[in-house]
């Protein structure tokens, strides 16, 4: 069993950065570890995903490459998702997950935190 919870969303102007948290408890290592997001209206949609271990490859949405970062901590079991230059069209609740092989599709993914709210105000 695995269990994820995220932390560090909140209401910010564009152009700053936030940094989300996922601390991950159960039998995370060596799994994919990827952020969703899901605005007000649209679907759930890949952000960005780190397909092993720390320091392992990643992979993002077009539209936030150059501007997010993921990343993980193995020795604190926790995923984090560095925004930077936000824009309101980054506005959603973010989501993180891990599956046993990465995937853009959020159905290869069988455990979900409870998401985070970010708001960013033009």
């Known amino acids: 069993q695995v269990h994820l919870l995220e932390s560090g969303g909140g209401l910010v102007q564009a152009g700053d950065s936030l940094r989300l948290s996922c601390a991950a408890s159960?039998?995370?290592?060596?799994?994919?570890m990827a952020w969703f997001r899901q605005a007000p209206g649209k679907e759930r949609e890949f952000v960005a995903a780190l397909l092993a271990d720390a320091g392992g490859p990643t992979v993002y949405e077009e539209s936030v490459r150059g501007r997010f970062t993921i990343s993980r901590d193995n020795a604190k079991t926790t995923l984090y998702l560095q925004m930077n230059s936000l824009k309101p069209e980054d506005t959603a609740v973010y989501y993180c997950a891990t599956a046993s092989t990465w995937s853009r599709s959020q159905s290869a993914y069988n455990y979900w935190g409870q998401g985070t709210q970010v708001t960013v105000s033009s």
């Open positions: 159960g039998r995370t290592f060596s799994r994919a």
